[in-house]
């Protein structure tokens, strides 16, 4: 297949709403802000189920094990069971299962999503992308509600995601080092370090990852419990772990409850379960509890959001998007927003958002686009008249480009109102440049560390918003 087939799907994930389940088909994302689906494929590469009975809790002191191996399947999670005089075959078999399955998985990513083996696959980096894309949309594309996860699901994250990290590992720079020898001589030498970006940002993903899990499992005994859409009473489809006896008239307050806050989300998020509460609403402490994981996942959202937009910003811009700019800056924006671009000494960005009375974050997106090419077109003319070189070139020359030049004016007044477009409007998805960098990035690391800190980004808002939808019923009830 060829790289643009694995990305058709980007621009078809609506832009409105954060819930996986949005779209009929697999989306391993929220649809307000994060519409990436690079791949045809609708299960993970890296994701087939594993029994659970193969696991045991004790390595195996088989003799047939080297410590290399050993060490192989510590990485991915895979537990070794201590091998009993009556089992030694039976956990051999296990084991050896195991091993053919990691090779299966490998062998996908390196074939690049070609099975037919003619070297038509995409790049690594899009491969390793997709597979996080596909394992998020496996764990967490079902799970709409605040409740743990499941163990195996659980399991299976953390297992595939260490796989998938560590290729990280290998991913070096090299640094002069300072060397002491016996006789007191210093000599230079260059050692290698991990890069400076996965240095960085890797660890501080893990991190979130963590606390994000931990969010979920905080929600183990709820006042709140779930009714699927369409019911009337959310008595009958309460949670298994809310805790039902705590108040002995929730059936007859449920009801109505429930099918008034049903009505409301109606034409909202019909596909979203729908958070129930006792009359009265939930208690202080509960309600302190939901507050304080809200404002947690909102900063972890943020920080998420910070670092793929820091990754995103170091890709470089294909050859491809640059071609295809127009020929014109004027054109791309409309007559409209450039007179007021052009003819205004002092540039009010807010203003001009006001006046163009943006309605949906559809439109927002749109406009985006439209005022990010102007601003690639217009740079590329202040540098060097009607080329297409490539935008290195460009870069090349912006320093030279004298400050009064008129596209040099309008490609920073774009780049401002692009800033202020995305400040005000800040769970819009990726712009068609942010796609295209994605789809012709070549670099493993930045790949690993985009898709990384998209997919907890759109894990985080979900969290935010259905914490959002529990205190909205919460007030409902105490109303």
Same mark, same amino acid.
């Given at each position: 297949?060829?790289?643009?087939?694995?990305? &058709?799907?980007?621009?078809?994930?609506?832009?409105?709403?954060?819930?996986?389940?949005?779209?009929?088909?697999?989306?391993?994302?929220?649809?307000?802000?994060?519409?990436?689906?690079?791949?045809?494929?609708?299960?993970?590469?890296?994701?087939?189920?594993?029994?659970?009975?193969?696991?045991?809790?004790?390595?195996?002191?088989?003799?047939?094990?080297?410590?290399?191996?050993?060490?192989?399947?510590?990485?991915?999670?895979?537990?070794?069971?201590?091998?009993?005089?009556?089992?030694?075959?039976?956990?051999?078999?296990?084991?050896?299962?195991?091993?053919?399955?990691?090779?299966?998985?490998?062998?996908?990513?390196?074939?690049?999503?070609?099975?037919?083996?003619?070297?038509?696959?995409?790049?690594?980096?899009?491969?390793?992308?997709?597979?996080?894309?596909?394992?998020?949309?496996?764990?967490?594309?079902?799970?709409?509600?605040?409740?743990?996860?499941?163990?195996?699901?659980?399991?299976?994250?953390?297992?595939?995601?260490?796989?998938?990290?560590?290729?990280?590992?290998?991913?070096?720079?090299?640094?002069?080092?300072?060397?002491?020898?016996?006789?007191?001589?210093?000599?230079?030498?260059?050692?290698?370090?991990?890069?400076?970006?996965?240095?960085?940002?890797?660890?501080?993903?893990?991190?979130? &990852?963590?606390?994000?899990?931990?969010?979920?499992?905080?929600?183990?005994?709820?006042?709140?419990?779930?009714?699927?859409?369409?019911?009337?009473?959310?008595?009958?489809?309460?949670?298994?772990?809310?805790?039902?006896?705590?108040?002995?008239?929730?059936?007859?307050?449920?009801?109505?409850?429930?099918?008034?806050?049903?009505?409301?989300?109606?034409?909202?998020?019909?596909?979203?379960?729908?958070?129930?509460?006792?009359?009265?609403?939930?208690?202080?402490?509960?309600?302190?509890?939901?507050?304080?994981?809200?404002?947690?996942?909102?900063?972890?959202?943020?920080?998420?959001?910070?670092?793929?937009?820091?990754?995103?910003?170091?890709?470089?811009?294909?050859?491809?998007?640059?071609?295809?700019?127009?020929?014109?800056?004027?054109?791309?924006?409309?007559?409209?927003?450039?007179?007021?671009?052009?003819?205004?000494?002092?540039?009010?960005?807010?203003?001009?958002?006001?006046?163009?009375?943006?309605?949906?974050?559809?439109?927002?997106?749109?406009?985006?686009?439209?005022?990010?090419?102007?601003?690639?077109?217009?740079?590329?003319?202040?540098?060097?008249?009607?080329?297409?070189?490539?935008?290195?070139?460009?870069?090349?020359?912006?320093?030279?480009?004298?400050?009064?030049?008129?596209?040099?004016?309008?490609?920073?007044?774009?780049?401002?109102?692009?800033?202020?477009?995305?400040?005000?409007?800040?769970?819009?998805?990726?712009?068609?440049?942010?796609?295209?960098?994605?789809?012709?990035?070549?670099?493993?690391?930045?790949?690993?560390?985009?898709?990384?800190?998209?997919?907890?980004?759109?894990?985080?808002?979900?969290?935010?918003?259905?914490?959002?939808?529990?205190?909205?019923? &919460?007030?409902?009830?105490?109303?």
């Amino acid at each position: 297949m060829d790289n643009s087939s694995n990305f &058709d799907s980007t621009s078809s994930v609506d832009q409105n709403d954060h819930s996986v389940s949005e779209t009929p088909e697999y989306s391993p994302f929220s649809g307000d802000s994060f519409a990436y689906c690079r791949t045809n494929s609708e299960v993970s590469i890296l994701s087939e189920t594993v029994d659970d009975n193969s696991y045991g809790s004790d390595p195996s002191p088989s003799p047939w094990m080297s410590a290399k191996h050993g060490a192989v399947l510590s990485r991915l999670g895979m537990k070794q069971r201590k091998h009993s005089l009556d089992g030694k075959s039976d956990d051999l078999d296990m084991l050896e299962s195991e091993l053919e399955m990691m090779k299966e998985r490998f062998s996908k990513l390196l074939l690049g999503e070609d099975m037919s083996g003619g070297g038509k696959g995409v790049c690594t980096a899009v491969t390793i992308s997709n597979s996080i894309t596909n394992l998020y949309a496996t764990v967490f594309g079902h799970n709409l509600k605040l409740e743990p996860l499941k163990p195996e699901k659980k399991a299976m994250w953390k297992r595939e995601m260490n796989c998938l990290m560590s290729v990280c590992d290998y991913i070096v720079e090299f640094a002069p080092t300072a060397q002491y020898l016996d006789d007191g001589t210093i000599i230079e030498m260059m050692t290698s370090r991990p890069r400076s970006d996965i240095y960085i940002n890797l660890p501080a993903l893990q991190k979130l &990852d963590t606390m994000l899990i931990e969010i979920f499992d905080s929600f183990q005994d709820t006042e709140f419990w779930y009714a699927e859409q369409g019911s009337i009473s959310g008595n009958s489809n309460r949670s298994s772990h809310s805790n039902a006896g705590s108040h002995s008239n929730a059936g007859s307050h449920s009801n109505a409850g429930s099918f008034r806050i049903i009505a409301q989300r109606k034409d909202e998020k019909w596909w979203l379960p729908v958070p129930c509460v006792h009359t009265g609403g939930i208690s202080d402490k509960s309600r302190k509890h939901l507050i304080e994981k809200r404002d947690c996942a909102n900063q972890i959202h943020k920080a998420a959001m910070a670092i793929n937009s820091s990754v995103l910003a170091e890709m470089d811009i294909p050859e491809t998007y640059m071609a295809n700019l127009p020929k014109s800056g004027r054109s791309s924006l409309g007559d409209t927003i450039y007179r007021y671009m052009h003819s205004t000494d002092k540039f009010s960005p807010g203003n001009l958002l006001d006046c163009l009375k943006i309605s949906t974050e559809h439109e927002a997106l749109e406009l985006a686009d439209r005022v990010e090419s102007s601003m690639y077109t217009w740079r590329r003319k202040a540098c060097l008249s009607h080329s297409k070189s490539s935008w290195n070139k460009v870069k090349a020359h912006m320093a030279d480009t004298d400050q009064n030049d008129k596209n040099f004016v309008l490609a920073e007044r774009a780049e401002t109102l692009l800033f202020f477009l995305k400040q005000r409007y800040p769970e819009l998805s990726q712009t068609s440049l942010d796609t295209c960098k994605i789809q012709y990035n070549q670099d493993v690391g930045k790949a690993i560390l985009e898709s990384y800190s998209r997919v907890l980004e759109g894990l985080a808002f979900n969290i935010v918003a259905w914490i959002e939808d529990v205190l909205c019923a &919460d007030k409902s009830m105490r109303n």
